[in-house]
């Protein structure tokens, strides 16, 4: 049937253009078009049912169809839909917003919660924010040269220019000109890629451990400022960190006064089986970013989190300049902030971290039942979010060629039977809406199951 060019599938090719997409590709696939939502299931134009089981993009915890955050959207749009915090403005949700998130974000000490809460409407954003926070810091305290940033090979951490330098995946950069200088990077804690021969995890944490405590002394110390780390790396591949990692790590970077910035993006907010990935990993970070799951994405909304030694030093900073100048126009967003304190709400009142402790043992156990599988290297996870890493050779652990497109294969075919994930580089990922049960849960493991058989076929 020839193309109706007036068609929304149509137009989208002519019109759209799609990020982190194989442009090309799309000129001759189109767009899988979406039409609306229900629990855990999206539908799409035609009407087919699908889960979700990425969650949207790790950030639609609440499902497709919540109308509690409908109706607190709406109802703010109708009271003051507006108002800027720059200059001293302020509005209630705003306030309700940072209070809690201040007083339940953990800090950089034991029982030490954060401090304030500047709000943005990205990860990038915040990240970005942490960023300059961490330059300003330094300047404050007289170490303006303590200025470079340690982040990790394939960390995510966003695509703005800061954003993506700090990510630690190579076609986040290649042709942007980017990393910027002063953001380097280290080893990724995976165990079962970048664990050697004969070595103990024990041993491969010390060993990652002293790398970071070598390059910052290679570099100087005077002017290494912060390392950044997602809790759980997520993009990356859900990289869930060894034992003992983030303690080593942060013996290192106190002996060096270099600040933790725990990106919590998608870990915050009971991904992980705890509100906060900090609180599962024992990270006691001098600032937090967090933004997805605070508004269970009904609304785009981040916050950077601050210590009280961070903001003062902001003090000190705006009392020379006269001012602290950052901030974004839609900073602070009064219906964000409804958005936000309503899911928020919600998670406390149905208990999402409990419900999510009890949910994900079916998925994990599920998962790792498919082990044994001919095309499985490894199922790695924690809480709601999950790979399954494919593998040509179980014996050598070496991965099919990226040409062959074998991830992406599994998740058309695990598509076609009704479940939407995201096949990345050498791995399957799972982050479904945390409001997931278990009847839900297997059905994506069945079609997992039968998708890999399907993509066995296909490779014989
Ligand atoms: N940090 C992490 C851990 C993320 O996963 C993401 C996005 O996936 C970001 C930051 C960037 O967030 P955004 O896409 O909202 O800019």
Request: include cysteine; glycine fraction near 10%; aromatic fraction near 6%.
């Amino acid at each position: 049937m020839p193309l109706d060019l007036n068609s929304p599938f149509a137009r989208d090719i002519a019109h759209h253009i799609h990020p982190q997409t194989n442009l090309r590709l799309h000129e001759s696939e189109g767009p899988l078009l979406i039409d609306r939502g229900e629990g855990v299931y999206v539908i799409d134009a035609d009407g087919k049912r699908l889960i979700e089981g990425m969650g949207g993009m790790w950030c639609t915890s609440l499902g497709f169809s919540e109308t509690r955050l409908a109706d607190a959207a709406a109802r703010q749009m109708r009271h003051l839909p507006y108002m800027q915090v720059f200059a001293h403005r302020s509005t209630g949700p705003v306030i309700d917003l940072a209070s809690q998130l201040t007083t339940m974000a953990p800090g950089p000490s034991a029982g030490e919660c954060m401090d304030k809460a500047l709000f943005a409407c990205s990860g990038s954003e915040a990240n970005d924010t942490a960023m300059k926070l961490v330059w300003y810091y330094h300047h404050a305290i007289g170490k303006p040269e303590k200025r470079k940033i340690i982040s990790r090979r394939r960390g995510y951490h966003g695509t703005t220019i800061a954003s993506a330098s700090l990510t630690g995946l190579p076609n986040m950069h290649q042709d942007f000109n980017l990393p910027l200088t002063g953001v380097l990077h280290v080893t990724c804690p995976h165990f079962y890629r970048e664990g050697k021969p004969g070595e103990t995890e024990a041993e491969f944490v010390e060993r990652l451990a002293q790398e970071l405590e070598s390059l910052i002394l290679a570099e100087g110390p005077e002017t290494i400022g912060a390392f950044i780390a997602e809790p759980v790396m997520g993009t990356g591949g859900v990289v869930v960190p060894p034992e003992g990692y983030f303690a080593r790590i942060q013996q290192v970077l106190r002996r060096h006064e270099v600040l933790m910035i725990a990106d919590e993006v998608i870990c915050g907010f009971g991904r992980t089986g705890e509100m906060w990935g900090c609180e599962r990993f024992g990270i006691q970070p001098d600032m937090l970013t967090c933004a997805k799951q605070l508004s269970s994405a009904y609304f785009p909304i981040s916050a950077t989190l601050v210590s009280r030694a961070i903001y003062e030093a902001m003090l000190v900073e705006s009392d020379k300049l006269g001012n602290f100048s950052h901030g974004f126009t839609y900073g602070g967003h009064p219906v964000g902030a409804a958005v936000a304190l309503e899911t928020l709400a919600i998670y406390r009142e149905r208990d999402i971290v409990g419900h999510v402790r009890q949910v994900s043992p079916r998925l994990l156990d599920g998962l790792r039942a498919l082990e044994s599988h001919p095309l499985v290297g490894e199922v790695r996870g924690v809480g709601l979010m999950a790979a399954v890493e494919l593998v040509q050779d179980k014996g050598t652990r070496a991965s099919f060629p990226s040409a062959r497109k074998v991830p992406g294969y599994l998740a058309a075919a695990v598509q076609r039977r009704g479940v939407l994930l995201r096949g990345r580089d050498d791995a399957l990922l799972f982050s479904p809406p945390l409001i997931i049960n278990e009847a839900e849960i297997d059905i994506i493991l069945n079609a997992v199951a039968e998708g890999l058989d399907e993509t066995l076929a296909w490779l014989r």
